[in-house]
């Protein structure tokens, strides 16, 4: 059972820090979870009495000092022991009521609310525990950290509610048993972020290292990872797994919660640690410290996942009602100097891939624009409602890459966007590990109060003056005191570009730089455009635009 495993992991990162405490001592103190029971993590007179022999002549001992808070340091210690050892998944056989799931049937099992861990706690989150099944198939073992201890959860069939319109089970509840031998697949937070009595949920933990958040008024659209490797190699994609997570019991005023967790996969472990603020925009304080089993050069720090489907810059025929599907919109960035970039997504052809060189990069997330119901006219998926990830580092990050993959989808229900960055250096093993750290934000718009331009939409077409070339139209906010004397800058790295034309447009603060490509016999071209003032400086983020020819 995973309990006893990571009992010894955890007790070897406990010797290593000073920590003297025996085998049996830690499996009464940090509830080892035989057979998935959790322990309230105290030490108790009656346990000390056990150990000392017959339990029933022995007098009670002394009371031992509290034990240190688990932190990341005793993760780091595990992840950097499981390093050194061959990588096992995690999977599990499915078996009873959670076997052979198809998706509407996942669904109809749900966490029972009166069995969530910080009931009674006081504290304003709650956590849901989320049954395997489906697509779930990763052993994931999930503790509490509590002033006492820590509690390993044990799974249970009985801490789920069957729907009986689903499942043969008319009173919900499934067989006694019909759970033994599984674990958990991973958990959501909820916390009143949208009224004062309902606890919302705002970040879910689920499938390998993926985790998808939001902030008020939202709903769910594009997921963070632990870690990327391998993403569009040729070699084949390789995806790390949350093994372990330890949440801490937050105190009854606190605005966060804490949560830990353990990753593994053939090429590294790592160790992570977030702090998480819900609210206006969701933040999560990020670090984690990574130890490769071996050299890893296709590696990916903070990665993004999202959806692209179609917008107005370029439909490949798509025959729909809406004019725009897509959780994100563009990769935004700002560079180590400052320079604001912004490139639109697409729903390419073949797999494209970009780089973006950088040193010691300030912010980079993929951003969802606009937020108006009218621009996607979808009153089901509700993709104004869809939020931005911003990914902040913290401290140098040094040479490496902003890394954009774009994979063709001929649907919406595919992710087909990933954005990480990768360091100009292979990760190798190292006992030190190497260190990373960032805020996440979960945002309707990144931190970026820079007084400039910024795209709201693209569009693009065939041009109605000549076939063989496109029009494109980029719409821009303007910042409220801007200058009204702008003029638009633009670069073709092939072919030949008319000259901009801006039109303000009807709202205020709108203006419209309209240009004309002819792309030739080129395959494809690389496009920047920026609004400057008269005396030439920048008064917009720069748009960056790669057309394709369509095959």
């Not at 069995?115 to 009674?120: I, V």
């Not at 674990?183 to 972020?193: A, N, T, W, Y």
């Not at 395959?523 to 983020?541: K, N, P, T, V, W």
Request: a negative charge.
């Amino acid at each position: 059972m995973p309990g006893s495993e990571n009992g010894s992991e955890l007790l070897a990162a406990l010797a290593a820090l000073g920590l003297r405490l025996t085998r049996r001592k830690f499996i009464a103190g940090a509830g080892a979870g035989v057979l998935g029971t959790g322990v309230l993590g105290a030490t108790t007179g009656k346990a000390l009495a056990q150990e000392a022999g017959d339990g029933a002549s022995a007098a009670p001992a002394e009371p031992e000092p509290a034990p240190p808070i688990f932190g990341f340091a005793d993760v780091a210690e595990i992840a950097r022991t499981r390093a050194e050892k061959e990588y096992s998944a995690p999977s599990m056989t499915l078996r009873g009521p959670f076997a052979n799931l198809e998706y509407d049937q996942y669904r109809a099992i749900r966490f029972r609310p009166e069995a969530r861990p910080l009931a009674g706690s006081g504290s304003a989150f709650a956590i849901d525990l989320l049954p395997p099944g489906s697509v779930y198939r990763q052993r994931v073992a999930i503790s509490i950290v509590r002033a006492t201890g820590i509690e390993d959860l044990g799974f249970s069939s009985d801490l789920f509610e069957f729907d009986p319109a689903i499942f043969p089970f008319p009173d919900g509840v499934a067989p006694s048993g019909s759970g033994e031998g599984m674990d958990f697949s991973g958990f959501r937070l909820r916390s009143p972020i949208n009224s004062p009595d309902v606890l919302d949920e705002f970040l879910v933990f689920q499938g390998a290292s993926y985790f998808r958040g939001i902030a008020r008024s939202m709903i769910f659209g594009l997921s963070a990872r632990g870690l990327a490797i391998g993403t569009a190699d040729p070699r084949g994609e390789e995806f790390p797994v949350f093994r372990h997570f330890w949440i801490r019991e937050p105190e009854p005023d606190a605005r966060d919660i804490v949560v830990h967790a353990l990753l593994d996969s053939a090429s590294a472990t790592g160790a992570f640690e977030f702090e998480i603020r819900p609210g206006e925009s969701t933040v999560m304080q990020t670090r984690c410290r990574l130890f490769p089993r071996t050299e890893i050069d296709q590696i990916g720090i903070a990665p993004l996942t999202s959806m692209y489907y179609f917008g107005p810059a370029r439909r490949r025929g798509i025959d729909d009602f809406r004019d725009a599907v897509h959780d994100s919109a563009g990769l935004q960035m700002i560079t180590g100097q400052g320079t604001r970039l912004w490139r639109p997504l697409t729903n390419p052809d073949r797999v494209e891939i970009s780089a973006f060189v950088d040193e010691n990069p300030k912010g980079f997330g993929l951003t969802q624009r606009p937020l108006d119901f009218g621009f996607y006219q979808d009153a089901e998926a509700r993709y104004d409602r869809r939020p931005s990830g911003w990914v902040e580092p913290l401290g140098g990050w040094g040479p490496g890459t902003v890394m954009l993959v774009e994979i063709p989808v001929e649907n919406e229900f595919n992710d087909n966007i990933v954005a990480f960055w990768r360091p100009r250096d292979p990760l190798k093993p190292s006992p030190e590990g190497h260190d990373f750290s960032y805020r996440l934000h979960w945002c309707a718009a990144p931190p970026d109060a820079a007084p400039l331009a910024r795209v709201k939409a693209t569009r693009g077409g065939r041009s109605i003056h000549n076939a063989a070339m496109r029009d494109f139209a980029v719409d821009f906010v303007t910042a409220p005191d801007s200058n009204p004397a702008l003029r638009g800058t633009l670069t073709a790295s092939t072919g030949k570009v008319s000259p901009v034309t801006l039109t303000p447009l009807p709202g205020g603060q709108l203006i419209r730089a309209a240009f004309t490509f002819e792309p030739g016999d080129a395959e494809a071209a690389e496009l920047q455009l920026a609004l400057e003032d008269e005396a030439g400086l920048r008064q917009s983020e720069t748009w960056l635009y790669r057309w394709t020819a369509e095959r």
